[in-house]
């Protein structure tokens, strides 16, 4: 059993473009991180949100931990290549990750 | 921030036979290393949990007479798969998180595992 659902599993966009992503669950959470993957490569963190309600800003990336503390969403503005990539959302507050499917990002040119 | 290396990144087996993958921290003390695999196009899924000084703890459905880990010395875990075939193809990942650094793990460049 999932215990976090991403969607969408797959999205691809142009350079310029907006867009968001979930990480949804039925559990509380006490903190929750997202990672990006890139091709080849091994995970790396990008944020880890702890507050529900809590928003983030990354540049040209926004998460927002969902009140409850059971979701996050993260949204890109005026997506560019470099932001294609497979997006994972983790529980977080302890050492092992469990990820969720995962968002696999395609930034067309 | 902290350096995990995996070693070999790509290997080319066939199949019987057995291939050892290494997990280093460059700069930092790992008591606790984490496994995944990860097919195409899907999300990482959890193997095990290598301890330095005791046995490996895996998840369910992961067999543990395939999938030999070794957590030796504070700095290196070793996944060997053993008697490898081509359902065992596959990207194989470490991760470590430093004690100190709070959850954030760092994770290896991978490797890309094909068994011919």
């Known amino acids: 059993t999932q215990l976090l659902e991403q969607s969408p599993q797959f999205l691809s966009i142009q350079e310029g473009e907006n867009l968001t992503v979930y990480c949804n669950s039925s559990s509380v959470f006490s903190s929750l991180q997202w990672y990006r993957q890139e091709p080849g490569e091994g995970p790396v963190l990008l944020v880890t949100?702890?507050?529900?309600?809590e928003v983030k800003k990354l540049k040209r990336l926004t998460f927002q931990f969902g009140d409850a503390r059971k979701d996050s969403s993260l949204h890109i503005t005026a997506a560019q290549p470099g932001d294609t990539g497979l997006y994972l959302c983790?529980?977080?507050?302890?050492?092992?990750?469990?990820f969720g499917q995962g968002t696999r990002l395609t930034i067309n040119p | 921030g902290a350096v995990v290396s995996q070693h070999p990144s790509w290997v080319i087996c066939k199949s019987g036979t057995s291939v050892k993958i290494e997990c280093r921290s460059l700069d930092f003390q790992a008591t606790t290393m984490f496994w995944y695999r990860q097919f195409p196009k899907q999300s990482l899924m959890l193997m095990a949990t290598?301890?330095?000084?005791?046995?490996?703890?895996?998840e369910q459905g992961v067999e543990k007479d395939k999938f030999l880990i070794n957590h030796a010395s504070l700095t290196l875990s070793t996944l060997t798969v053993t008697s490898a075939h081509p359902e065992d193809s596959s990207f194989y990942i470490c991760?470590?998180?430093?004690?100190?650094?709070?959850?954030?793990?760092?994770f290896g460049q991978g490797t890309r595992l094909t068994v011919v």
């Open positions: 949100v702890v507050t529900g309600g």
């Open positions: 290598s301890n330095e000084g005791s046995k490996a703890t895996y």
């Open positions: 991760s470590a998180p430093p004690q100190g650094w709070g959850t954030e793990a760092f």
């Open positions: 983790s529980p977080g507050g302890a050492q092992k990750l469990v």
